[in-house]
């Protein structure tokens, strides 16, 4: 189909691919919930790009995909060519494709809102699954080794971005994890309704195609210490995400039945895809409890982001009897993607907007039996814009429930071992870079850089992508510098 129609977008309604039908989603199945796109849709659907000139998708997306480029070739079925560009600005296009909150990225800033935004990520997703399928494979053919190395902390995209651009730089890159798998929080998060975990088996081929090392189940700070690291490679990048767990400090959080969000994920993900759920556990939750069975149970979830939604939806495919989410603000502010709310809904999940947990309430046996929550009003907007939930005087009610999932968010902590080794933080856990005299991502070792969650704090797989990415470049002209001060 060729482009040149000019009111393709009119004749042509924006479509997602297919889903599996809710019926299969209740029942148990989790498998990707948006299928892919054939060729022909996938013609369609980029056919209605206006390329308007000035490419606010391109903008709003944290890599800056050249999206009207891209859509063009699919359009000429040019799908090599297609991947090889999606790959130019974002070294991991299919991953981001399938997770990006598109309504508030590239889709929500396309020229065409109101008739419909292009669907972006699902040709994203589309053009880098095909090109695998059919063979493409990075072209590093002119790339020359330079002899340097460097060790990346962390699998997660922070890290394999990295690890995606050293290699294609020259630079050896050696990835070491805590865990089994590589992906961070996209193998030991997010569910495999959101992400298959075939495509990051797949984007492992793909980087140690490229020459990129992996030592996993492997802890710096514990296994290895960062002087080993120092000693052995030209420069370390600091990829560990946030894994501090946001206490609400509810009386009753440590009773029976009460579950932080992200040991009930993890577990539940190594379940889901035949691994030992009782592998390495997640820092800070050594002692973590065993997943309770959900079947028939009635689940309330307090928190209304990204994890929060992934909780209710995981509990549905469980078998819980009734999943509800409860939220102290109202549905407009809420933080998770607008998607996966109407997912979520679609599937059978119950939302109380207004609801501020006051307290975890215990039956005769230390069971939790439902949670105290008062309802609110939003009063007036804080320094950073978000409207804080004032509480009701009076409205007090107790949301019944056998099983209650924390989601309340994550934040980065410094561990010891970093610090021990010259990298600084804020007070609030963030690892310090790119200050003044540092190049970006740099931190205040000058052989170590930083980049992803353990930065800039919880936040989406995309940005930390283009921190990976872009710390990799910091990482180059550094390791340059260092080449050259040594020759002179
Ligand atoms: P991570 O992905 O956390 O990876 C860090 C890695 O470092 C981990 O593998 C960890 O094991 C390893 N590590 C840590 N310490 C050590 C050590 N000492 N030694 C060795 N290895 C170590 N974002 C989206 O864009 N879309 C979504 O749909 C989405 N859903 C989410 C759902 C959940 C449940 C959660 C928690 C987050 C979600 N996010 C989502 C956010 C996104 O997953 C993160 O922002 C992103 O993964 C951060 O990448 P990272 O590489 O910085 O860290
Ligand atoms: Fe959109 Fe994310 Fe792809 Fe950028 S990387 S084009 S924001 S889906």
Request: glycine fraction near 12%.
């Amino acid at each position: 189909m060729s482009r040149k129609q000019p009111f393709q977008f009119l004749d042509l309604p924006r479509q997602m691919p297919q889903r599996i039908p809710v019926e299969l989603r209740v029942a148990g199945d989790w498998g990707e919930l948006y299928q892919r796109f054939d060729k022909a849709d996938a013609q369609y659907q980029a056919g209605r790009c206006l390329d308007c000139g000035n490419p606010y998708c391109s903008w709003k997306c944290p890599v800056h995909n050249a999206i009207p480029q891209w859509l063009q070739l699919v359009q000429e079925d040019r799908i090599h060519e297609a991947a090889t560009l999606c790959h130019s600005t974002n070294p991991l296009p299919e991953v981001c494709g399938r997770v990006c909150p598109q309504d508030r990225l590239c889709e929500g800033s396309c020229t065409l809102e109101e008739f419909g935004a292009v669907t972006i990520g699902a040709v994203e997703k589309y053009i880098v699954d095909t090109a695998l399928a059919t063979g493409w494979k990075p072209d590093l053919d002119t790339v020359q080794a330079t002899g340097q190395r460097v060790a990346i902390i962390g699998a997660g995209p922070a890290g394999l971005a990295c690890a995606d651009r050293l290699a294609r730089a020259g630079v050896q890159a050696v990835v070491f994890d805590r865990y089994e798998q590589i992906g961070g929080l996209l193998q030991f998060g997010i569910p495999s309704f959101k992400l298959d975990k075939q495509v990051i088996e797949r984007r492992r081929e793909v980087l140690e195609g490229m020459g990129v090392q992996f030592r996993l189940g492997v802890e710096i700070g514990k296994d290895v210490s960062v002087d080993d690291l120092l000693a052995e490679f030209d420069a370390v990048f600091v990829g560990t995400g946030a894994y501090r767990y946001t206490d609400g400090g509810l009386p009753g959080q440590d009773l029976k039945g009460v579950l932080p969000a992200l040991p009930f994920l993890v577990q539940n993900s190594r379940i889901v895809t035949g691994n030992d759920p009782g592998g390495r556990p997640i820092a800070g939750w050594e002692d973590q409890v065993a997943l309770p069975d959900l079947a028939g149970k009635r689940v309330l979830v307090l928190g209304g982001g990204d994890t929060g939604m992934d909780c209710v939806r995981s509990a549905i495919r469980l078998g819980a009897a009734r999943v509800t989410c409860a939220y102290r603000r109202d549905e407009a502010s809420m933080p998770g993607s607008a998607r996966e709310v109407a997912n979520a809904r679609e599937e059978g999940v119950r939302f109380l907007f207004n609801r501020q947990p006051l307290s975890i309430e215990a039956g005769a046996d230390d069971e939790v039996i439902g949670v105290t929550v008062v309802e609110t009003e939003l009063g007036p907007a804080d320094a950073n814009g978000r409207r804080n939930a004032q509480a009701i005087e009076g409205s007090e009610s107790l949301l019944e429930a056998d099983v209650v999932i924390i989601a309340f968010g994550f934040s980065p902590s410094l561990p010891a071992w970093l610090q021990a080794a010259g990298v600084e933080g804020r007070n609030n856990g963030r690892i310090i870079t790119g200050d003044p005299g540092l190049l970006p991502y740099q931190t205040s070792n000058a052989r170590v850089f930083a980049g992803g969650d353990a930065v800039r704090g919880a936040d989406l797989v995309v940005t930390a992508v283009a921190e990976g990415r872009d710390a990799a470049a910091s990482i180059v002209q550094w390791l340059g510098q260092a080449k050259a001060a040594n020759a002179a």
